[in-house]
């Protein structure tokens, strides 16, 4: 079956206080990783693509990495900007390249 | 570039009651998608277009329907609003090229509220 999981569900951080978030996976041949920002009220917006197991990429305080069973978004010396909901998807091939969503990590740094 | 556009942000309907909901990319994608996002569900794929004038359906496609009359905009139709439906809309594109993995990008969402 088709599944992205996500952990934790929600993450309090103080400002500063580096830390992990993990989606994995269950498909056989990755097409790719995908990780979205939500806010609050509006719609997710694009942050990084992988596509083989051990690429990288960064984006200010963050950096999203890949395995060949789950992907990591690390959050260096967070800032109470970076609050948001972290989304993760993969496309799944069943006749069409369909994204699954996994059903986020609610992040919340604290001043 | 306004990229992905909703309309209208909110609206309340009575069971029973229909509507369209609007989207519309300026970046010249060939796909376009609706999703629904509900709370602990994730976002699920209702419809989606791989051109204009052609739909599909998606993961959720029951009580919706979609048009496509032209390449910048995908419609998403209720013809009879049900409280199963109360939701967050989201329209997305993408460039459609071809390669698998590619970037979707999402419009602000629909709140709908169905009475």
């Known amino acids: 079956e088709d599944q992205v999981t996500q952990s934790p569900e929600a993450l309090r951080l103080q400002e500063g206080e580096s830390s992990s978030l993990n989606c994995s996976y269950t498909?056989?041949?990755?097409?790719?990783l995908f990780w979205y920002r939500q806010d609050p009220g509006k719609g997710p917006e694009f942050l990084f693509t992988?596509?083989?197991a051990g690429e990288e990429k960064e984006k200010e305080r963050l950096k999203a990495t890949l395995t060949k069973k789950e992907s990591f978004l690390h959050i260096t010396a967070p800032k109470p900007e970076d609050s948001a909901t972290y989304l993760c998807?993969?496309?799944?091939?069943?006749?069409?390249?369909?994204?699954?969503f996994g059903t986020g990590t609610r992040l919340l740094v604290s001043p | 570039n306004a990229g992905v556009t909703q309309t209208p942000k909110f609206r309340v309907l009575k069971t029973g009651q229909s509507m369209t909901l609007l989207c519309a990319q300026d970046?010249?994608?060939?796909?376009m998608y609706w999703y629904r996002q509900d709370p602990g569900m994730g976002l699920r794929l209702i419809h989606y277009s791989v051109g204009e004038g052609t739909t599909a359906k998606g993961e959720v496609p029951d009580g919706y329907n979609v048009s496509r009359l032209k390449k910048q905009n995908f419609l998403l139709g209720l013809e009879s609003a049900a409280p199963s439906q109360t939701s967050v809309y989201f329209c997305a594109s993408s460039n459609g090229q071809g390669a698998l993995g590619e970037t979707q990008y999402f419009g602000p969402g629909t709140r709908l509220l169905v009475l």
């Open positions: 998807a993969v496309p799944f091939h069943t006749g069409f390249q369909k994204l699954v």
């Open positions: 498909v056989s041949g990755l097409r790719g």
């Open positions: 992988l596509y083989s």
């Open positions: 970046m010249n994608h060939e796909y």
